[in-house]
């Protein structure tokens, strides 16, 4: 069981922004800006290209809720996507939000926040869906 399997299921606490029968989304906690969430299926899957053409249409249309949810909860001017899956062999999508493209390099310093700054920036996210 994937660290991401044992946050759904409530094992390992995490700052939950969304979830359905399918997909669940939580905030990064090491991560790159403020606001950056993590989308993943809730089927435990490694390679996100393993997914059903459909489970991947709608992992999508999922995080696209949610990306437009961070746009509006945390000033960027865009928020990116990126899908890498290799520290965590659970497939899953980043959403960053971003001022520029520098704000997603991974492998950067991430952001260093409080449990109250992550449940702040969680509950304000969780109030634009």
């Known amino acids: 069981m994937t660290i991401f399997s044992r946050i759904i299921a409530g094992e390992i606490p995490c700052y939950k922004i969304a979830e359905d029968d399918h997909f669940f989304a939580f905030l990064d906690i090491n991560p790159l800006q403020k ?6 299926p809730k089927r435990e899957v490694d390679y996100i290209f393993d997914l059903s053409d459909q489970e991947i249409a709608d992992m999508q249309v999922f995080a696209k809720r949610i990306a437009i ?3 509006k909860a945390i000033p960027c001017v865009k928020v990116g996507q990126c899908v890498l899956g290799l520290e965590v062999p659970h497939a899953h999508i980043h959403l960053v939000p971003m001022q520029s493209e520098k704000d997603m390099r991974f492998g950067s310093e991430t952001k260093k926040l409080s449990p109250e700054e992550f449940q702040q920036i969680a509950t304000e996210i969780r109030a634009q869906l």
């Open 35 to 40: 606001g950056h969430t993590l989308v993943i």
């Open 69 to 71: 949810a961070i746009k």
